[in-house]
Each structure stands twice: as structure tokens, then as C-alpha cells.
């Protein structure tokens, strides 16, 4: 390889992709994986050896030494064990070897992940399963091989099985809805996502300093530094060179595992970034989104830097999203949210349209929850991201539209004049408005953009739930239009009802004023401010019955997701909440009694020369103030953390923690951030935010 090769030259280097498998595989082999991969269809024994041993030949070449079944559990990370390719041999030697059946199956242990009581210790059995849409690929000297993970008795225990079953779905019933606008070509429909990452950079000699952010991920105190955000110079700023080097070689390491990173620019926050990749199908960006947090962490330490994904790392200024981009496409070539250069193919895509609309407004506590998380009830809502109310962006001229088809009124376009009916639809533009930076689901030309998840979020839940919202209202859609005698009268009755019955979730205004919260509960949209709000309304049966329909989830499994979201916010707020507990004790009011001894000191020192020391007097009753109120708001913390233990119920606990622990947490941090502004910075215990953000 040349010492600066051409991108193209290396793009997919590390991968097992198709190219790979045309010259290594015999034809009869490569067309048995190309089936497995388009339809479905389980690999014959005898040719998943086949490509078990190319597999191993080629990453052994690349210098791979182990393999490993790499898979999404409900920790929100992969997981993965290693295991060599050597076999012993005569003679004291080895062999390497891989088969196919380790390659379709591995057997790790399923006890010790997160399960929500569907796997006990003494029950350790799980299976991983090899999802060969995704393609294999070579990372630090072992072979990765994406897999679903489930347990002995058949229950889902990862994030990437319910999203492939949620594309099958998806698929089906959106090849009905093409079937009656005349499209006999396409055979597949899938659902594609190019998820934006967020994310911070900071020193790393800073932040080994920071209890907080080493345990936490987030920033538990810091004072709000004299500049913030305010400026609006960092955003699409120049790129600082320490930066900009990071940025390069974590493009080269993405490029090489096959992963289109496209964009990359300076965020509204001081510190603050982004990487935007191109769409791919929504496992593959699933995984592709997953290495890309794993290998910013990874090369960001190279650099000197270490990489925050956490959702709000520092108060007072922007937190970190990841905006889902989603969008569907046929394999005739059809984006089928673009609104097309014909009046049928506008039909087509309003009837899409407004089975989005329908399925936004009846499901939207599930897309609410898909975002719910401990670090990112800190960011919802903060003027920074779209509130916790859950509504449609689909721009000025799309709502003239619909509200025209409702209204059975002529649309006058900007440049001629409509009857809206089934044979006379304008040509829309592309983009059809300005972008709308508040609005939780925004249309944006030919996708839909779900701007409320974390930065830290796995894609995969979220996308399993859009996929499977849309696959019910297409499902409904096609029930009723394959019925009808007359298609056209029907199409447009249904769009008609639709949009009557649903349109309150479009909303194309500030999503960030106290009006629209108002506006919403007048319109009966859901505001639901917290995790502990929203994610219990899992279970509500006209939920569970659309994921059993399309089996994608069972009653249990999601039962047990409930109790694994619920479980998974209190131990984090726990955490923090004993991070702060032990950084109060341990560090912070012990320099509060350091300074004021030091003030006292001096007071004391003027008193006997006869100089004036209420300066000094005054300073150490404020810094006497402070420490007190600080011990008995870790008196209070720490007895709401005990409390919060002694709960059984995993919702009373969860809400506790939220009510009650989180409150005493924000009660401490004041105090404490009050103390910091008014001790020197060579005396306070920590780094301060001016350290943290501008110093990179």
C-alpha cells in the first residue's frame, strides 16, 4: 500500500464484502450467500465451510490470529469473545481451522447480560447467530463476525434480532402498498438510516483528573465558565489542528471497515463535533454506528483526547444527539419518501406520507421511549434538542397539500394551479421548506430525520420500532385498499380520513416555546418529560400486540426490555449519585475547609498588626456558609440513596431515584458550584469547564 494512498484504494480493505467474495468463493457458493443474503435463505451446510474456511484464509492473510461472534446486548455496546483459529496437530504443532458451524453459531454465556429475568445465573446458556446481510471484517488481529444473540429457550437478548425482524416486516407490507400502484419490479423494500454522531473531545490529562468523568461519563459539578456558547464562533468553525489530526485517522479507520463517513465539522458547543455517514440499510448502520463510537474512543486516546459520547457532559451548554436520518427504499430504485417527477409516483409517496403521519401520532410514547435514557432526560427539551412532545415537521408547502386533499379545495402551487385528486398532483420539490432544528421527526426532502436520541444510543431500538409502526400502518393501508372495487376512490377516501384523523401531530413551528407545550396538550399529545415517564407505557397492550403481530417481540421479551430500561436508569443515577458522594467527602469539602483555614489564617494574621479584616472575615463565613450547607446536602443524598435501595419495585425505585435522589444530586451541585467560584483555581480539586473546553 502506498504511504498515502487514494481512499479508494483502501476503502473496504478490512472487509469480507461482495468484491472479496466473488474471487474467493466458487460461483455455486457466492450465489448461495448473495440468497442467503436477499431472501433469507438458510446456507446449506456444506457451503457455509466453504465460506467459514475463505473467510479464514483471508483474514489470516490479513494478519488475523482469532475470530469472534460480535454482537448488540442490552448493555447499549457490543460484546465479543475471542477464540483462535488453531486446532492441535501432530507433533506438538497446530492447524488453523474454522468451520461453518462456527461460523452460523457461537455459545457464549447469556446469564451474565442484561436480560430483565429471562435468564437466571444457573441458566447461562445463550446462542449468537450469524446475520450474513452484515459483512464480516477484520478489526485488531481477529475476524468479526455480526451475529443476533438470543438465549438457550429462544428469548431475544440483543438489539440487532428484533431490528432484522422489524426490516422483514417492513419489507412485506410495503411491497403490498407497491403492488397496487402498479410496481411489479421491485421484490425488496428496505428501510435505510445515516445516523450523525455528536460528540466532545477533551484533554485527557484533564479529564484523568476528573472522578466524574472517568466513572460517570459526565461532568456531576463544574462552575459555568465565563464563555460558552454564546459567540456562535464554534459552529462549521476551523477545525483545531489536534482536531483535525483525530478527525483524519478515524476517517482512515472507518474507511477501511467499509463505513461511508462523509462529514465532519465543529458543533455549537466549545469541544463539541459531529460525523455524518452516508445511509445505509438499518442493520448495517446499526453496526457501522456502533464501531464508529467504539473507534472514536479508541483513536481519540492516540491523540491525547478522550472521546464523550454522554448526552449532557456539561451543564449549561448543547449536549450531544444522534440524529436518525430514515428513510425507504426498493431495489428498483425508488426512494419512496422522495415525492417524485409524477403525479402517480406523488400519490404513491403521499400514501407513505400519511401512513407516517398516522403511525407518529398513534405510537408516539414508543418513539418517545426509543430516546429515553438517564443521560438524555438532561438534553430533551433544553433548547438545544426538540422537547419530550412527540410531533411532525413536513414543511409549508406538504401541508398545504394535505390540508387541500382534506379539504377537497384546489392547491395552487408556485407555479400553477391543482384539482387535488389521484390524477393531478404537482411535482414537489425536493425540498419542499427550510429545516426545522426543533421539530422531534422532521421531514427533510426524502427521509424523515428523529433528532431526539442520545449521542451514547444504540440505532437499533429506535429503528426497530419506526420499522414496525410502518409496517402496521401499511399492513392497514393494504387491507383496505385491496378490497376496493374502485382503487382511486378509495386511495383518496383513506388519505382523506387520515389526514382528518391524525393531522394534530404535524406541527411546523418553534417546538422550543412554552406555547407549543400548551398547543400540544390542547391537541392531546403526550409530553412526556423523563424515562421513567414513558418507558413503563411499553407494555400497553395496543403496543405489545403490533410487535407480536409482526413478531418482533413476544409479550415477555418486551416485559423484560421494560424492566432492563427501568433498571438500567436507577443503578446509573445511582452511580452518579455516589460519585458525588465520594467526590464531595473525599475532595471537595476537604479544600472547603483548606481555604477557609487559609482565610481565617490571614483574618487572624491582620487582626494582630491591627489591619482591617473584614474583608477576610466576611470571606470565611461565606466560605463557612457554603461547606456547611454542602455537608448537610451530602447528608441528605446519601440518605435518598439509601432509601432509593430499600425499594423493591423496579418502577417505584426508578421514579424514587428520579423524584427524589435526582433532586438532592441537583441540590449538591449547586452548593458545590457556588463553593468553586469562589476558591482559587490552584486550590479547587478539579479542572474547571474553561479547562475542559478550551484547552484542546
Same mark, same amino acid.
Given at each position: 500500500?502506498?504511504?498515502?494512498?487514494?481512499?479508494?484504494?483502501?476503502?473496504?480493505?478490512?472487509?469480507?464484502?461482495?468484491?472479496?467474495?466473488?474471487?474467493?468463493?466458487?460461483?455455486?457458493?457466492?450465489?448461495?450467500?448473495?440468497?442467503?443474503?436477499?431472501?433469507?435463505?438458510?446456507?446449506?451446510?456444506?457451503?457455509?465451510?466453504?465460506?467459514?474456511?475463505?473467510?479464514?484464509?483471508?483474514?489470516?492473510?490479513?494478519?488475523?490470529?482469532?475470530?469472534?461472534?460480535?454482537?448488540?446486548?442490552?448493555?447499549?455496546?457490543?460484546?465479543?469473545?475471542?477464540?483462535?483459529?488453531?486446532?492441535?496437530?501432530?507433533?506438538?504443532?497446530?492447524?488453523?481451522?474454522?468451520?461453518?458451524?462456527?461460523?452460523?453459531?457461537?455459545?457464549?454465556?447469556?446469564?451474565?447480560?442484561?436480560?430483565?429475568?429471562?435468564?437466571?445465573?444457573?441458566?447461562?446458556?445463550?446462542?449468537?447467530?450469524?446475520?450474513?446481510?452484515?459483512?464480516?471484517?477484520?478489526?485488531?488481529?481477529?475476524?468479526?463476525?455480526?451475529?443476533?444473540?438470543?438465549?438457550?429457550?429462544?428469548?431475544?437478548?440483543?438489539?440487532?434480532?428484533?431490528?432484522?425482524?422489524?426490516?422483514?416486516?417492513?419489507?412485506?407490507?410495503?411491497?403490498?402498498?407497491?403492488?397496487?400502484?402498479?410496481?411489479?419490479?421491485?421484490?425488496?423494500?428496505?428501510?435505510?438510516?445515516?445516523?450523525?454522531?455528536?460528540?466532545?473531545?477533551?484533554?485527557?490529562?484533564?479529564?484523568?483528573?476528573?472522578?466524574?468523568?472517568?466513572?460517570?461519563?459526565?461532568?456531576?459539578?463544574?462552575?459555568?465558565?465565563?464563555?460558552?456558547?454564546?459567540?456562535?464562533?464554534?459552529?462549521?468553525?476551523?477545525?483545531?489542528?489536534?482536531?483535525?489530526?483525530?478527525?483524519?485517522?478515524?476517517?482512515?479507520?472507518?474507511?477501511?471497515?467499509?463505513?461511508?463517513?462523509?462529514?465532519?465539522?465543529?458543533?455549537?458547543?466549545?469541544?463539541?463535533?459531529?460525523?455524518?455517514?452516508?445511509?445505509?440499510?438499518?442493520?448495517?448502520?446499526?453496526?457501522?454506528?456502533?464501531?464508529?463510537?467504539?473507534?472514536?474512543?479508541?483513536?481519540?486516546?492516540?491523540?491525547?483526547?478522550?472521546?464523550?459520547?454522554?448526552?449532557?457532559?456539561?451543564?449549561?451548554?448543547?449536549?450531544?444527539?444522534?440524529?436518525?436520518?430514515?428513510?425507504?427504499?426498493?431495489?428498483?430504485?425508488?426512494?419512496?419518501?422522495?415525492?417524485?417527477?409524477?403525479?402517480?409516483?406523488?400519490?404513491?409517496?403521499?400514501?407513505?406520507?400519511?401512513?407516517?403521519?398516522?403511525?407518529?401520532?398513534?405510537?408516539?410514547?414508543?418513539?418517545?421511549?426509543?430516546?429515553?435514557?438517564?443521560?438524555?432526560?438532561?438534553?430533551?427539551?433544553?433548547?438545544?434538542?426538540?422537547?419530550?412532545?412527540?410531533?411532525?415537521?413536513? &414543511?409549508?408547502?406538504? /401541508?398545504?397539500?394535505? =390540508? @387541500?386533499?382534506?379539504? #377537497?379545495?384546489?392547491?395552487?402551487? $408556485? %407555479?400553477?394551479?391543482?384539482?387535488?385528486?389521484?390524477?393531478?398532483?404537482?411535482?414537489?420539490?425536493?425540498?419542499?421548506?427550510?429545516?426545522?432544528?426543533?421539530?422531534?421527526?422532521?421531514?427533510?426532502?426524502?427521509?424523515?430525520?428523529?433528532?431526539?436520541?442520545?449521542?451514547?444510543?444504540?440505532?437499533?431500538?429506535?429503528?426497530?420500532?419506526?420499522?414496525?409502526?410502518?409496517?402496521?400502518?401499511?399492513?392497514?393501508?393494504?387491507?383496505?385498499?385491496?378490497?376496493?372495487?374502485?382503487?382511486?376512490?378509495?386511495?383518496?377516501?383513506?388519505?382523506?380520513?387520515?389526514?382528518?384523523?391524525?393531522?394534530?401531530?404535524?406541527?411546523?413551528?418553534? &417546538?422550543?416555546?412554552? /406555547?407549543?407545550?400548551? =398547543? @400540544?396538550?390542547?391537541? #392531546?399529545?403526550?409530553?412526556?418529560? $423523563? %424515562?421513567?415517564?414513558?418507558?413503563?407505557?411499553?407494555?400497553?397492550?395496543?403496543?405489545?400486540?403490533?410487535?407480536?403481530?409482526?413478531?418482533?417481540?413476544?409479550?415477555?421479551?418486551?416485559?423484560?426490555?421494560?424492566?432492563?430500561?427501568?433498571?438500567?436508569?436507577?443503578?446509573?443515577?445511582?452511580?452518579?449519585?455516589?460519585?458525588?458522594?465520594?467526590?464531595?467527602?473525599?475532595?471537595?469539602?476537604?479544600?472547603?475547609?483548606?481555604?477557609?483555614?487559609?482565610?481565617?489564617?490571614?483574618?487572624?494574621?491582620?487582626?494582630?498588626?491591627?489591619?482591617?479584616?473584614?474583608?477576610?472575615?466576611?470571606?470565611?463565613?461565606?466560605?463557612?456558609?457554603?461547606?456547611?450547607?454542602?455537608?448537610?446536602?451530602?447528608?441528605?443524598?446519601?440518605?435518598?440513596?439509601?432509601?432509593?435501595?430499600?425499594?423493591?419495585?423496579?418502577?417505584?425505585?426508578?421514579?424514587?431515584?428520579?423524584?427524589?435522589?435526582?433532586?438532592?444530586?441537583?441540590?449538591?451541585?449547586?452548593?458545590?458550584?457556588?463553593?468553586?467560584?469562589?476558591?482559587?483555581?490552584?486550590?479547587?480539586?478539579?479542572?474547571?469547564?474553561?479547562?475542559?473546553?478550551?484547552?484542546?
Amino acid at each position: 500500500m502506498n504511504e498515502n494512498p487514494n481512499v479508494a484504494e483502501y476503502f473496504g480493505c478490512n472487509v469480507f464484502n461482495d468484491t472479496v467474495m466473488r474471487e474467493r468463493l466458487p460461483k455455486y457458493a457466492y450465489k448461495a450467500v448473495v440468497k442467503t443474503k436477499q431472501f433469507g435463505i438458510a446456507l446449506d451446510p456444506d457451503v457455509a465451510d466453504v465460506v467459514a474456511n475463505a473467510m479464514k484464509d483471508w483474514a489470516v492473510e490479513r494478519g488475523a490470529t482469532h475470530f469472534t461472534h460480535w454482537f448488540q446486548p442490552m448493555t447499549g455496546v457490543t460484546a465479543e469473545k475471542h477464540d483462535a483459529f488453531i486446532s492441535p496437530a501432530p507433533h506438538g504443532q497446530v492447524i488453523l481451522e474454522f468451520s461453518g458451524k462456527e461460523l452460523i453459531k457461537g455459545e457464549p454465556d447469556a446469564s451474565s447480560f442484561p436480560s430483565g429475568g429471562l435468564r437466571a445465573t444457573f441458566e447461562a446458556r445463550g446462542y449468537t447467530a450469524w446475520d450474513p446481510t452484515s459483512d464480516a471484517f477484520i478489526k485488531d488481529g481477529s475476524l468479526y463476525i455480526p451475529t443476533a444473540f438470543c438465549s438457550y429457550t429462544g428469548e431475544i437478548l440483543d438489539k440487532k434480532t428484533p431490528l432484522l425482524r422489524s426490516m422483514e416486516a417492513v419489507n412485506e407490507q410495503a411491497l403490498r402498498i407497491l403492488r397496487l400502484f402498479g410496481n411489479t419490479k421491485a421484490t425488496r423494500v428496505v428501510t435505510t438510516v445515516g445516523p450523525e454522531q455528536e460528540y466532545f473531545l477533551v484533554d485527557k490529562k484533564y479529564y484523568d483528573q476528573r472522578e466524574d468523568l472517568i466513572v460517570t461519563g459526565r461532568t456531576l459539578f463544574g462552575a459555568k465558565p465565563p464563555k460558552g456558547q454564546e459567540l456562535e464562533d464554534h459552529y462549521f468553525g476551523n477545525i483545531k489542528q489536534r482536531v483535525s489530526d483525530f478527525m483524519k485517522d478515524l476517517d482512515k479507520e472507518l474507511w477501511k471497515l467499509g463505513i461511508y463517513a462523509k462529514t465532519k465539522h465543529n458543533e455549537v458547543a466549545p469541544a463539541q463535533h459531529e460525523l455524518a455517514p452516508i445511509f445505509a440499510t438499518s442493520n448495517i448502520a446499526a453496526d457501522h454506528n456502533q464501531l464508529t463510537m467504539e473507534l472514536m474512543k479508541k483513536i481519540a486516546l492516540k491523540h491525547g483526547l478522550v472521546c464523550l459520547l454522554h448526552e449532557k457532559p456539561f451543564a449549561g451548554i448543547n449536549g450531544s444527539g444522534k440524529h436518525n436520518n430514515w428513510s425507504m427504499s426498493s431495489n428498483d430504485g425508488q426512494n419512496l419518501l422522495d415525492p417524485g417527477d409524477t403525479p402517480q409516483e406523488n400519490m404513491q409517496f403521499l400514501t407513505f406520507l400519511c401512513a407516517i403521519i398516522k403511525g407518529v401520532h398513534e405510537y408516539a410514547p414508543l418513539l418517545r421511549l426509543s430516546a429515553a435514557s438517564a443521560g438524555n432526560d438532561h438534553r430533551l427539551g433544553a433548547n438545544e434538542a426538540p422537547p419530550a412532545i412527540v410531533s411532525m415537521f413536513i &414543511g409549508s408547502e406538504l /401541508e398545504e397539500v394535505i =390540508e @387541500a386533499l382534506e379539504s #377537497g379545495k384546489k392547491y395552487v402551487s $408556485s %407555479t400553477a394551479e391543482f384539482d387535488i385528486g389521484v390524477d393531478a398532483l404537482p411535482n414537489f420539490k425536493k425540498d419542499t421548506t427550510d429545516r426545522n432544528r426543533t421539530s422531534p421527526f422532521a421531514f427533510t426532502g426524502n427521509k424523515f430525520e428523529f433528532r431526539m436520541l442520545g449521542s451514547a444510543d444504540s440505532i437499533s431500538c429506535t429503528n426497530t420500532i419506526m420499522n414496525t409502526i410502518m409496517a402496521e400502518e401499511l399492513g392497514q393501508f393494504a387491507d383496505e385498499l385491496e378490497k376496493a372495487d374502485d382503487f382511486q376512490k378509495a386511495l383518496k377516501d383513506l388519505l382523506v380520513r387520515t389526514i382528518k384523523e391524525h393531522k394534530q401531530i404535524i406541527f411546523n413551528g418553534n &417546538g422550543y416555546s412554552d /406555547e407549543w407545550i400548551a =398547543e @400540544a396538550e390542547k391537541r #392531546g399529545l403526550p409530553n412526556l418529560v $423523563s %424515562t421513567v415517564d414513558c418507558v413503563p407505557l411499553y407494555t400497553k397492550p395496543e403496543y405489545v400486540s403490533i410487535f407480536e403481530k409482526f413478531k418482533v417481540y413476544t409479550k415477555v421479551e418486551i416485559e423484560s426490555r421494560t424492566e432492563i430500561l427501568l433498571e438500567n436508569y436507577a443503578k446509573v443515577i445511582n452511580i452518579e449519585a455516589l460519585t458525588m458522594l465520594d467526590m464531595a467527602r473525599k475532595q471537595i469539602i476537604p479544600t472547603a475547609v483548606k481555604v477557609t483555614k487559609q482565610v481565617c489564617d490571614a483574618a487572624l494574621a491582620k487582626k494582630e498588626l491591627g489591619i482591617d479584616n473584614a474583608f477576610e472575615t466576611g470571606y470565611a463565613s461565606r466560605l463557612s456558609s457554603l461547606t456547611s450547607g454542602i455537608s448537610d446536602a451530602v447528608r441528605v443524598l446519601d440518605e435518598k440513596v439509601i432509601a432509593a435501595q430499600g425499594i423493591e419495585d423496579i418502577q417505584a425505585e426508578a421514579k424514587f431515584y428520579r423524584s427524589d435522589v435526582f433532586v438532592a444530586m441537583q441540590n449538591l451541585r449547586c452548593l458545590v458550584d457556588e463553593l468553586e467560584m469562589n476558591v482559587s483555581s490552584e486550590e479547587w480539586p478539579m479542572p474547571s469547564y474553561v479547562d475542559l473546553l478550551f484547552t484542546v
